[in-house]
């Protein structure tokens, strides 16, 4: 673990969480075959904001279109896999510990309550995105998450097999390293 892990453990500057963020909003629109929306100005809060919205107009209006949601889930997971990739190298992530701390890190900045064990095993118990999000649009948005994820790892397999916006009291999943 190096020093800028450590540091990233303690503390994250506002225009720093602003730029990653403004990174998946590129990788979704990338995605989505659309440009992101213009965030110049806007505090974080309100970019997080302006994601979520982003992110369910775009997913319904794919469902609507008909588009192949098979595609943009794909799409989705290789460009957020470049992500968790990028994250691993700079931040020399190497164990299975070191991935779930460094997701905890990224969740926190989406207010994403992340908690995962070493040996794979992951809760989410308060997400911003839980009330935003019908269950269809999590399942297709959720690939960015299996691509961070298995990009920070090394390319294992993470999948969610319960989720708040089906209803139950949080989100889990699971990574097979």
Do not use: W
């Amino acid at each position: 673990m190096n020093l800028l892990f450590r540091m990233a453990q303690i503390y994250i500057p506002q225009c720093v969480k602003k730029r990653k963020l403004k990174e998946l909003f590129s990788c979704t629109a990338s995605a989505f075959e659309c440009n992101p929306p213009e965030i110049q100005g806007l505090s974080f809060g309100e970019c997080l904001e302006k994601f979520a919205s982003f992110t369910k107009v775009e997913t319904e209006r794919s469902i609507r279109q008909g588009k192949d949601l098979q595609i943009i889930k794909s799409r989705l997971f290789q460009n957020a896999f470049r992500i968790g990739e990028n994250l691993r190298n700079k931040f020399r992530v190497t164990t299975i510990e070191e991935v779930m701390i460094m997701s905890r890190i990224l969740y926190g900045i989406l207010e994403i309550d992340f908690h995962g064990a070493a040996q794979g095993e992951i809760t989410i118990k308060r997400c911003f995105f839980s009330n935003k999000y019908s269950s269809q649009v999590c399942r297709v948005i959720s690939s960015l998450d299996e691509g961070v994820i298995a990009g920070l790892s090394g390319g294992g397999q993470f999948e969610f097999f319960e989720r708040i916006t089906e209803g139950k009291d949080c989100c889990k999943a699971r990574l097979i390293a």
